[in-house]
């Protein structure tokens, strides 16, 4: 029996280096007391925070300074934690952090509630007059866009209580979902009765063995059936709380409302939805390829999930993954190459699962260093594309660090995923371009096939529909019931599984195990992330030097323009359909791609 290594037992050029952050323990709580010293510092403006620029410009100093060493502890707290859970002085430093970071709300809550009863002409004539204080000027900018939203310092209080009553939502649902449903057992592909799950579901749905599939999927909404009416019933309640905030304060909508944020349109919501029912063809086509190559004629729902290839023989350690993603993007140029192999050099990356350290991948970083990859390789390709996917972030936060100060360093979720997903379909290219291994090449482009199907149809053609018509429902003070989700998202469905799938009605409960419906209008932004990834990709594989050198700018930019402001410097307007719609294109091509190699 091969037991699972200890932390102790993996080489050290496999385990990141965090020495950037903290050398020792005096380094560490010698931040955590500096910390504490200016948390104390805040209260000293209450009541005077705007009654100059100076007073204002101080404190947002301070306030970034706070925030600089919160993220460091923050970022070597966590990855200390997920190295191995089971040492208790790690669980220890993460909650000393969770303590200081609620002392930091009690003693800045007072910042909002001043600033809001400012009126922006006066925090405008103080940018004006106050050179220092233009360093802020966008942060104040998009602060000050909810100042028509805000409300009475009695009302705030109260929708802050609804908002935090609507967490108790999410709670409730992951208790139901991790603790309550039980999910029953199956028999794997040796015939070993296993207990089924939520995290081991994608294994056996994902199994070669029809007959395990088969009963994963029934084992899984057999389970979920027995809890639509509680789950049903805590999803309305979420969605009431939302509206009444959403009313409250004044939006239109729901969806406007979490749209707001990000600055994004409705119309760019919906001209993603109306662009991917317009070509919902295209995954009918990647539908009837998984129909073809598994040579299974009744193909079920269940089915869709099964590998199209034999896993490559090949096998991969870190100094390939090195040597692949580096060659892989170089198309980048000298300077992003130089900076993607010191990451490897001075050990960005946690390779290798031990005893204790946590599952996935992430990409982490504080500022004024680099980012930290954390991974769990385990020498296929997958691993390979994960870790090229987790540098894709860990540049753009390096390049954006560099760059930008530290208020405006962190780029918003919307746009997160542009730089990873990039990363991850030129990789792919640069396998089918040079490997002569077969099996290789279409496990890269099934990769990219599965991305793009799961986290654009999926999220747009499945949940972000749903979640549309859920939330108008409840906006419009209709009474909801487990009944009517089960049939908002069972027509979803007719139309999802187009005509070379055997839908199964009962994929109707699939509403009630996605997680994402409880942090609302957050589905979509995976979409935006893969298209806009497709169409980078392919401007940068066809040797468009002139969009490179955008790109490679965007990079740069961090979190200092809104999201679209920042798209449309590469080209990219979501609120036409020329990107969208390239980048289907380019799935469609990689479906027929896959064919060729497939069949030659």
Not at 20 to 41: A, P, R, S, T
Not at 62 to 70: N, P, V
Not at 481 to 498: R, V
Request: hydrophobic share 35%.
């Amino acid at each position: 029996m091969i037991k699972e290594k200890t932390r102790n037992e993996i080489e050290e050029k496999y385990k990141w280096d965090l020495s950037f952050l903290y050398k020792n323990d005096d380094e560490y709580n010698g931040d955590v007391n500096k910390l504490q010293e200016l948390i104390n510092k805040l209260p000293d403006f209450e009541g005077k925070l705007t009654n100059s620029s100076d007073n204002l410009y101080n404190y947002l100093k301070l306030d970034e300074e706070i925030s600089i060493i919160f993220g460091n502890l923050f970022v070597f707290a966590s990855c200390k934690y997920n190295e191995d859970v089971s040492i208790s002085i790690n669980q220890q430093r993460q909650n000393q952090l969770f303590n200081l970071e609620s002392i930091y709300n009690e003693k800045s809550n007072f910042v909002m509630p001043e600033l809001m009863k400012t009126d922006y002409k006066i925090i405008q004539k103080y940018i004006e007059e106050n050179d220092k204080l233009k360093e802020f000027k966008f942060d104040l900018e998009v602060l000050y866009r909810y100042q028509k939203y805000t409300l009475s310092d009695r009302e705030e209080l109260l929708l802050n209580k609804i908002s935090e009553q609507d967490y108790k939502y999410e709670n409730n649902y992951e208790l139901i979902t991790n603790s309550l449903i039980d999910f029953g057992t199956i028999k794997d592909e040796e015939g070993n009765e296993v207990e089924l799950t939520i995290s081991n579901y994608s294994k056996y749905i994902k199994s070669k063995d029809r007959r395990v599939r088969k009963d994963a999927f029934n084992a899984r909404y057999s389970a979920l059936e027995k809890y639509t009416n509680i789950l049903g019933v805590n999803f309305e309640g979420h969605l009431k709380a939302d509206s009444i905030v959403a009313k409250t304060k004044g939006f239109n909508s729901t969806l406007e409302m979490y749209l707001y944020d990000d600055g994004i349109t409705e119309k760019v919501y919906n001209n993603l939805l109306d662009i991917a029912d317009k070509n919902i063809s295209v995954l009918y086509k990647y539908q009837n390829l998984i129909k073809k190559i598994s040579k299974i004629n009744d193909l079920q729902i269940y089915d869709l999930s099964i590998p199209l290839t034999e896993k490559s023989d090949k096998k991969y350690t870190p100094e390939d993954a090195e040597k692949i993603i580096c060659n892989a993007l170089a198309i980048y140029g000298e300077e992003y190459g130089n900076i993607l192999k010191n990451a490897f050099k001075e050990r960005w990356i946690d390779f290798y699962t031990n005893k204790g350290k946590r599952a996935g991948y992430y990409e982490n970083m504080g500022y004024g260093g680099h980012s930290v990859v954390f991974g769990n390789f385990t020498d296929d390709f997958m691993s390979v594309s994960a870790i090229c996917h987790e540098l894709g972030h860990a540049m753009n936060s390096y390049f954006s660090d560099k760059t930008q100060p530290a208020h405006l360093a962190h780029y918003r979720i919307i746009v997160a995923e542009v730089a990873s997903l990039t990363n991850e379909m030129i990789l792919s290219n640069y396998i089918v371009k040079n490997s002569k291994d077969k099996n290789e090449k279409l496990v890269a482009i099934e990769n990219i096939l599965d991305v793009f199907s799961n986290n654009f149809f999926g999220t747009l053609s499945e949940g972000s529909i749903f979640e549309k018509i859920a939330h108008a429902k409840s906006d419009n003070n209709e009474a909801l019931s487990d009944i009517d989700f089960n049939q908002i998202f069972d027509d979803i469905t007719k139309k999802f599984y187009g005509p070379n799938v055997n839908r199964d009605e009962r994929i109707k409960y699939n509403w009630c195990r996605v997680p994402h419906f409880y942090s609302s209008f957050y589905y979509y932004k995976y979409s935006i992330g893969v298209s806009c990834a497709c169409y980078c990709a392919n401007k940068i594989i066809n040797g468009d030097n002139e969009f490179l050198n955008k790109y490679l700018e965007f990079l740069k930019l961090g979190g200092s323009m809104m999201p679209l402001d920042e798209l449309k410097t590469i080209e990219i307007d979501l609120e036409k359909p020329e990107v969208i719609e390239e980048a289907i294109k380019y799935f469609d091509n990689l479906v027929d791609e896959f064919e060729t190699i497939y069949n030659s």
